[in-house]
């Protein structure tokens, strides 16, 4: 029989770097998830992604025990990784920080294609192009599917 899921929880956590301190320890612990085990089973996960930011699912249930689910890296952190970049402009619509091409728009989506609540490549783009122009960037050209 299935168990009955009390609720979920979500976090944003850097890979492999999972403690009990806030924001963890609290979210967790006013669920009565045993915090330690989740810690040790996330950063055992994501080894491989260390220090990136990861979104999680947490799934709690009725007899404590738990789940969870990684998700794939913000687009916002995504673009600033690839484009090497600290931070995103205060004021998008006014101060540009740069320019992004519409080929790191596309590995952008190709690698949050999982997570999105879209079918087609094209329509990640547009997402992720509006990621970027709240970011603060300005788009290259028009986008491949307008020409």
């Known amino acids: 029989m299935a168990k009955e899921i ?4 979500k ?13 963890i320890g609290p979210a967790l612990g006013s669920k009565g998830v045993n915090i330690m085990e ?4 996330f950063n055992a996960r994501t080894q491989d992604k260390m ?8 799934t709690v249930y009725t007899d404590k025990s738990f789940d969870f689910v990684i998700k794939t890296p913000p687009a916002y952190n995504l673009l600033m990784e690839l484009t090497k970049k600290q931070t995103g402009s205060a004021e998008p619509n006014r101060k540009k920080i740069g320019a992004v091409s519409w080929d790191v728009i596309r590995k952008v989506a190709e690698e949050k294609m999982p997570d999105l609540n879209c079918f087609t490549i094209e329509s990640a783009m547009s997402m992720v192009a ?6 603060g960037f300005s788009l290259e050209g028009k986008a491949p599917w307008e020409n």
């Open 6 to 9: 009390q609720t979920f929880i």
């Open 11 to 23: 976090l944003q956590v850097k890979g492999g770097q999972a403690n009990p301190a806030p924001p």
């Open 38 to 41: 989740f810690c040790k089973q």
């Open 51 to 58: 220090a990136k930011v990861l979104p999680v699912v947490i």
């Open 130 to 135: 509006g990621s970027a122009k709240s970011a």
